[in-house]
């Protein structure tokens, strides 16, 4: 009898303190409700909090996809009786002799003190959850959840809206130089004041949140393929940009584009854009207006190449905003002024119609804005109909090859 009381014991010792290291996390998976005990277990303070804690609790998350994971406390039952309504999260990777800060996630909001973080994961990677006692050492419970995100190939033409704000978590790179934890984000307003989100996410950059901002915060594309483009092709990156608010518009920054994807190497590159917005006059919902913006990067054709923007050099204005970033590529003035291209979209047939003057077509690919192909046929007409009635209703890229070059449209799909 002795010998089975000991023997529970000690699986109760177990249970309680199995996820007290990073050496004993207790593995997390994704769709189930997960239970946190009394925080009391080995500390890590390595993502650099303002304030330290003094204990937390392990989790170890493996991902079974290449995307984005959410972690989520922001649950009903963390009301701040039964359960904790104050969490804090450190995310690392790495092993547990050398672990390295790959994400953090506090507040929900001013009101809310429980977490909720997004970040991008790699399928067959081992992320730890650390959650410490910073504000509260209470139980709680989490959830974890994953979705998959296609990122960009490469080729052209190459577009993104934001319409999907895990392509940009989980597709391109950000770099909080300046180390204030302020950096790119996702935002997506309420322009017209009717309490719901407009439903047209883009990218923002603060110089000022409640304090003044310096901000140096970097944002790196995707590589970007133009190895099948040669000299006398134009090349463009272009983009929309705006100061939010009209009378703080005075917000400041740089594009570069380079051969690597290193600070060093995009700071070096001699293909660069730097502007100092001014204030505009706003739209009717007193919003600043978007201006569009292009540079020619056809200098870089045959290579593989990287673009990022950096807003810095301001301070006390308050948000950049960018969107709508893509590259197109036309045919080298020569081929363009004997060759005329033409297209239309037939609302009633629902087909792409295309027309070549002289050079025969061979290919179209159609994208979504989120970069997936939808569309792909071979083509051998100077005249072509492509049938779109498949495709959902809504704005589509599509790229014809004509004579080893290339031409990208847009068309919406009604």
Same mark, same amino acid.
């Given at each position: 009898?002795?010998?089975?009381?000991?023997?529970?014991?000690?699986?109760?010792?177990?249970?309680?303190?199995?996820?007290?290291?990073?050496?004993?996390?207790?593995?997390?998976?994704?769709?189930?409700?997960?239970?946190?005990?009394?925080?009391?277990?080995?500390?890590?303070?390595?993502?650099?909090?303002?304030?330290?804690?003094?204990?937390?609790?392990?989790?170890?998350?493996?991902?079974?996809?290449?995307?984005?994971?959410?972690?989520?406390?922001?649950?009903?039952?963390?009301?701040?009786?039964?359960?904790?309504?104050?969490?804090?999260?450190?995310?690392?990777?790495?092993?547990?002799?050398?672990?390295?800060?790959?994400?953090?996630?506090?507040?929900?909001?001013?009101?809310?003190?429980?977490?909720?973080?997004?970040?991008?994961?790699?399928?067959?990677?081992?992320?730890?959850?650390?959650?410490?006692?910073?504000?509260?050492?209470?139980?709680?419970?989490?959830?974890?959840?994953?979705?998959?995100?296609?990122?960009?190939?490469?080729?052209?033409?190459?577009?993104?809206?934001?319409?999907?704000?895990?392509?940009?978590?989980?597709?391109?790179?950000?770099?909080?130089?300046?180390?204030?934890?302020?950096?790119?984000?996702?935002?997506?307003?309420?322009?017209?004041?009717?309490?719901?989100?407009?439903?047209?996410?883009?990218?923002?950059?603060?110089?000022?949140?409640?304090?003044?901002?310096?901000?140096?915060?970097?944002?790196?594309?995707?590589? %970007? @393929? !133009?190895? $099948?483009? /040669? +000299?006398?092709?134009?090349?463009? =990156? &272009?983009?929309?940009?705006?100061?939010? *608010?009209?009378?703080?518009?005075?917000?400041?920054?740089?594009?570069?584009?380079?051969?690597?994807?290193?600070? %060093? @190497? !995009?700071? $070096?590159? /001699? +293909?660069?854009?730097?502007?100092? =917005? &001014?204030?505009?006059?706003?739209?009717? *919902?007193?919003?600043?207006?978007?201006?569009?913006?292009?540079?020619?990067?056809?200098?870089?054709?045959?290579?593989?190449?990287?673009?990022?923007?950096?807003?810095?050099?301001?301070?006390?204005?308050?948000?950049?905003?960018?969107?709508?970033?893509?590259?197109?590529?036309?045919?080298?003035?020569?081929?363009?002024?004997?060759?005329?291209?033409?297209?239309?979209?037939?609302?009633?047939?629902?087909?792409?119609?295309?027309?070549?003057?002289?050079?025969?077509?061979?290919?179209?690919?159609?994208?979504?804005?989120?970069?997936?192909?939808?569309?792909?046929?071979?083509?051998?007409?100077?005249?072509?109909?492509?049938?779109?009635?498949?495709?959902?209703?809504?704005?589509?890229?599509?790229?014809?090859?004509?004579?080893?070059?290339?031409?990208?449209?847009?068309?919406?799909?009604?």
């Amino acid at each position: 009898m002795k010998k089975i009381t000991l023997l529970l014991a000690f699986i109760a010792f177990q249970f309680n303190y199995a996820q007290d290291t990073c050496a004993t996390a207790l593995a997390a998976t994704v769709s189930t409700t997960i239970s946190v005990g009394t925080i009391n277990g080995t500390v890590d303070n390595g993502c650099n909090w303002d304030t330290a804690a003094t204990f937390g609790e392990w989790y170890a998350f493996t991902a079974t996809l290449d995307g984005v994971a959410t972690v989520n406390s922001d649950l009903p039952q963390n009301d701040g009786i039964t359960n904790s309504d104050d969490t804090r999260l450190s995310i690392f990777t790495g092993t547990c002799g050398a672990l390295t800060c790959y994400a953090v996630g506090d507040d929900v909001s001013d009101t809310n003190y429980l977490t909720n973080i997004t970040f991008a994961v790699t399928s067959g990677t081992t992320y730890y959850l650390h959650w410490d006692d910073r504000w509260s050492d209470s139980q709680f419970d989490f959830e974890i959840t994953e979705e998959a995100v296609s990122c960009p190939d490469g080729s052209l033409p190459f577009f993104d809206d934001f319409t999907n704000p895990n392509t940009f978590i989980a597709c391109w790179e950000t770099i909080d130089s300046d180390g204030d934890g302020q950096g790119w984000f996702t935002a997506d307003y309420d322009q017209d004041g009717n309490m719901v989100p407009d439903g047209n996410p883009m990218l923002g950059s603060a110089s000022w949140n409640d304090i003044a901002l310096t901000p140096d915060n970097w944002l790196i594309s995707p590589q %970007i @393929d !133009l190895t $099948s483009y /040669s +000299t006398g092709d134009l090349i463009e =990156l &272009s983009w929309d940009t705006r100061g939010i *608010d009209p009378d703080f518009a005075a917000e400041n920054y740089s594009v570069y584009v380079a051969t690597n994807n290193s600070i %060093i @190497d !995009l700071e $070096s590159s /001699s +293909t660069t854009f730097t502007e100092t =917005l &001014s204030s505009n006059d706003p739209d009717m *919902d007193g919003f600043g207006n978007f201006e569009s913006r292009t540079l020619d990067i056809s200098s870089f054709v045959g290579q593989t190449v990287y673009f990022a923007f950096r807003h810095h050099a301001v301070s006390d204005e308050f948000v950049l905003n960018i969107d709508n970033i893509g590259i197109d590529v036309t045919l080298s003035i020569n081929e363009f002024e004997q060759n005329v291209f033409t297209h239309n979209y037939d609302k009633v047939s629902k087909t792409l119609n295309l027309e070549s003057s002289n050079s025969e077509m061979t290919n179209v690919e159609v994208y979504s804005l989120l970069g997936q192909s939808v569309v792909s046929k071979p083509l051998s007409n100077t005249s072509e109909s492509i049938d779109v009635s498949s495709l959902n209703d809504g704005v589509y890229l599509a790229k014809v090859s004509i004579n080893g070059n290339s031409k990208t449209i847009k068309f919406v799909k009604n």
